[in-house]
């Protein structure tokens, strides 16, 4: 009797117990578009940061790739790791990734911005190119610190 009492306490408590992610740590997009993000460029005056808002479309190993609005539509453009203090998105509770010493954040949350983004698995040449072409560009305008 007191083995089956034992049992079943030990099956109640490892029951109480939860192993992996919980719902409320996960970010799943909503719709088919990329999470909208602020990007911010720390310059050289150290409390002076240019923040550029858009929509994240890839996420790099050397930097990300923004859908910028403008009057005109959108202009793509491109911040590397090097020149991004800091990444903010406005949805998925404010989930931010900041650079770290290596001049690139820590491989988990470059993950999560890749999952938010609009296209998640990268842009092919062949698809890069006719984005490029659909905003009229020959390539991707660029943000970059001012040193």
Same mark, same amino acid.
């Given at each position: 009797m @007191? ?6 306490? &030990?099956?109640?408590? %490892? ?7 919980r719902?409320?740590?996960m /970010?799943? *997009? ?7 993000? +602020? ?6 005056n ?8 858009? $929509?994240?479309? $890839?996420?790099?190993?050397?930097? /990300? ?7 005109a539509?959108?202009?793509l @453009?491109? !911040?590397?790791?090097h020149? /991004?203090?800091?990444?903010? !998105? ?9 650079r #770290?010493? #290596?001049?690139?954040?820590? @491989?988990?949350r470059?993950?999560?911005?890749? +999952? /938010?983004?609009?296209? *998640?698995?990268?842009?092919s040449?062949? %698809?890069? #190119?006719? &984005?490029? !072409?659909?905003?009229?560009?020959q390539?991707?305008d660029?943000? $970059?610190r001012?040193?």
């Amino acid at each position: 009797m @007191t083995n089956i009492a034992l049992k079943i306490a &030990l099956l109640l408590l %490892l029951g109480g117990c939860a192993v992996g992610p919980r719902i409320d740590q996960m /970010i799943s *997009p909503q719709k088919p578009h990329g999470a909208n993000v +602020i990007v911010e460029i720390k310059q050289p005056n150290k409390r002076a940061r240019l923040e550029h808002q858009g $929509e994240l479309i $890839e996420v790099r190993d050397d930097g /990300i790739v923004l859908l910028v609005a403008t009057d005109a539509g959108g202009r793509l @453009t491109f !911040a590397s790791w090097h020149d /991004i203090d800091r990444v903010k !998105a406005t949805e998925f509770r404010g989930f931010q990734s900041t650079r #770290g010493a #290596g001049n690139k954040p820590l @491989t988990g949350r470059v993950g999560r911005m890749r +999952i /938010i983004s609009r296209y *998640p698995l990268g842009l092919s040449e062949n %698809l890069m #190119g006719q &984005l490029l !072409a659909f905003y009229e560009q020959q390539e991707f305008d660029r943000i $970059e610190r001012k040193r």
